[in-house]
């Protein structure tokens, strides 16, 4: 069955970096899209940034320039670089497994990993 399992979370300074990873198996990771999405207290599922299977990454324009979505096929992880992190960067980071290869649709997610930034 499909299994996404993020990890890397944590509490940093603003302005301080994190690298989140997603471990998948179950399905051909390879070939598939994969998709960062995040979930701030009280507010709803938001869409971070997708990877295509062939490494190309789009992004969120709030993210644009400070994030970076990369994958390595070879070990069916994904990841997700974060620098210069800001207060409103708190979430819970949860990776996706999209549906199509061009869209943010998704089938299933992980369990989450939680960042939290202080000013």
């Known amino acids: 069955q499909v299994q996404l399992v993020e990890s890397g979370g944590g509490l940093v300074h603003a302005g301080g970096s994190l690298r989140l990873s997603c471990a998948a198996s179950?399905?051909?990771?390879?070939?598939?899209?994969m998709i960062w999405f995040r979930q701030a207290p009280g507010k709803g599922l938001e869409w971070v940034a997708r990877?295509?299977?062939?490494?190309?990454?789009i992004y969120a324009d709030f993210v644009k320039g400070r994030f970076t979505i990369s994958r390595d096929n070879t070990k069916n992880m994904l990841y997700l670089q974060m620098n210069n992190l800001k207060p409103e960067d708190t979430a819970v980071y949860y990776c996706?497994?999209?549906?199509?290869?061009?869209?943010?649709?998704?089938?299933?997610r992980g369990q989450g990993t939680q960042v939290t930034v202080s000013s």
């Open positions: 990877i295509n299977s062939g490494g190309a990454g």
């Open positions: 996706a497994k999209g549906e199509t290869p061009a869209s943010n649709l998704w089938s299933r």
């Open positions: 179950g399905f051909p990771f390879t070939s598939t899209t």
